[in-house]
């Protein structure tokens, strides 16, 4: 099976500030990484795919990078409604697409 | 508008049996791979099982293989999930969603809580 691990766990960030998560794959995946954003009592929202390709109607100040076994998710300038858990997941195994631990942003 | 509309969750005593399901619509619901996804309380996201479209292909996670039962009926639209001797750590909110290809997970439900307790 294929582990994914994020870091930080949980960060603390301003609003403005450009945010970085890591997300790391047991193995090599490619591009086929991707980012959800949950907040508290929802489900979560899709918000990148194929490592860098955003969503449909996701802001740009969103973006994803990396291939092979690192990559990340950056928020450019940080706003209020951007506070919430971030998962990444790899979806290289047919249909068994696993989760990171999530990295929880809050606010500082 | 894509929509999906899980239903079935509730307490249920270690041992005991449950049946998720999962109406879809707003989709060609067949033509899709679909997944349940739980998410214990306070913890992350755990991909738990999937089915393909068409021909009904299953994947479980280890946690659950043997106990969970993945299934569909295309012509009602409608995902399952049948739970057999759960446990306590089975406790989570089990959310269902639609496969969007290798992008991932696309559409998911609001979720529906499964209580395993004495």
């Known amino acids: 099976d294929i582990q994914m691990t994020q870091s930080p766990s949980s960060l603390s960030a301003s609003v403005g500030d450009r945010v970085t998560i890591t997300c790391r794959a047991s193995?090599?995946?490619?591009?086929?990484l991707n980012w959800y954003q949950q907040k508290p009592g929802k489900a979560p929202k899709f918000l990148i795919y194929?490592?860098?390709t955003l969503q449909s109607g996701v802001p740009s100040r969103f973006s994803g990078g990396g291939s092979g076994t690192d990559f990340t998710l950056t928020i450019s300038s940080l706003q209020r409604e951007d506070f919430a858990t971030y998962y990444c997941?790899?979806?290289?195994?047919?249909?068994?697409?696993?989760f990171g631990q999530g990295t929880k942003v809050e606010i500082k | 508008e894509v929509q999906l509309l899980e239903s079935g969750g509730g307490l249920v005593q270690p041992g005991g049996s449950l049946r998720l399901s999962c109406a879809a619509s707003?989709?060609?619901?067949?033509?899709?791979?679909m997944t349940w996804v739980r998410q214990a309380p306070g913890k992350g996201l755990e991909w738990v099982s999937a089915?393909?479209?068409?021909?009904?292909?299953?994947y479980y996670a280890d946690s659950v293989k043997g106990r969970f039962t993945i299934s569909r009926d295309n012509s009602k639209n409608t995902l399952y999930l049948q739970m057999n001797s759960l446990r306590v750590e089975d406790t989570a909110v089990y959310y269902c969603?639609?496969?969007?290809?290798?992008?991932?997970?696309?559409?998911w439900g609001q979720g529906t809580l499964v209580t395993v307790s004495s």
């Open positions: 997941q790899q979806s290289y195994s047919t249909l068994m697409y696993t």
């Open positions: 089915v393909t479209g068409s021909d009904g292909i299953t």
């Open positions: 194929a490592a860098s």
């Open positions: 707003g989709f060609t619901f067949s033509s899709y791979a």
């Open positions: 193995q090599s995946i490619g591009t086929y």
């Open positions: 969603a639609k496969y969007g290809g290798v992008a991932g997970f696309d559409y």
